[in-house]
């Protein structure tokens, strides 16, 4: 009897979640190669197991990746699709579907192209960050296929935004360009992201909140969305011409910042050690 009352319990939701309510012996086929369909319970499960993982250890690109897909639907992924599809270019990119791998973006070729263009730059960041195109998780766990390539462009193009900001992937770069990607897509992951705050030194929390929190904010508002760059026709513009285009400022060097501050310490410390051995001297 009350199988029964559940059956019909199900026929009466609407058609979005009736299509959802499944267990996990009864799991749908996939849509694409790599999707894993999930019930609303192994989402949320898998969002707040992503979010306490990535959190404890932020260089675990696959959780983060996790969390992303886990908090990006009902809205925010549809939310983007909508915005390339009211955009010509996002149209194409749509049509088109290109990847970004090591196949498609010959590394090689890249650095040979002149200073300062977008390509350049792109490659010049990965060889000076030890990564390459493919480090990018499939997405698995949205079940639309254009919203789960919507999603997949989006991480695909994320060293786009680090090459011409310039920003790098220690936390504290990386903070600052989820912080700018948050006020550019809405994607919840971007927001949740910045709860690593609380693993940055003092001095480095305060100057993201002093510098770079400020900077994505207003670049991040401000900006052409991002998900509509067709990067692979950019990569031989001038990186100062494209930034002005999508209407961002090029953010303070953050490594230069640190190297800075690095010396200062080593010059104070050398200063500091030389007046106790003069000291030293003259009570002897």
Known sequence: ?????????????????????????????????????????????????????????PYRHDLIASLGEATAKPYFVSRLR????????????LKDKPRITSQSMRLEELRKLPENTVGRAYAAWLDREGVTPDTRDQVRYIDDPEEAYVMQRYRETHDFTHAIT???????????????EFANTLLPMTALSLFAIVRLKPVERERFFSIYLPWALRNGLKAEEFVNVYWEEELETDVDVLR?????????????IRKALRDKKKAEKAQRESSERLGAVKSA
């Not at 979005?16 to 499960?45: C, D, K, M, Q």
């Not at 909508?82 to 990119?93: D, K, S, V, Y």
């Not at 310039?166 to 700018?180: M, N, Q, R, T």
Request: no cysteine.
């Open 82 to 93: 909508r915005a390339m599809l009211e955009n010509p270019t996002g149209r194409r990119i």
């Open 1 to 57: 009897m009350s199988s029964t009352k559940t059956f019909h319990k199900l026929l009466s939701l609407p058609p979005s979640i009736r299509a959802r309510s499944f267990s996990v012996l009864n799991r749908p086929p996939p849509n694409y190669p790599g999707h894993v369909p999930l019930t609303w319970l192994e989402r949320g499960a898998l969002a707040v197991g992503s979010a306490f993982g990535s959190l404890q250890n």
């Open 166 to 180: 310039g920003l790098p992937v220690i936390i504290e770069g990386e903070l600052a360009v989820k912080a700018f």
């Open 244 to 256: 002005e285009r999508l209407g961002i400022e090029k953010p303070p060097d953050l490594r230069e």
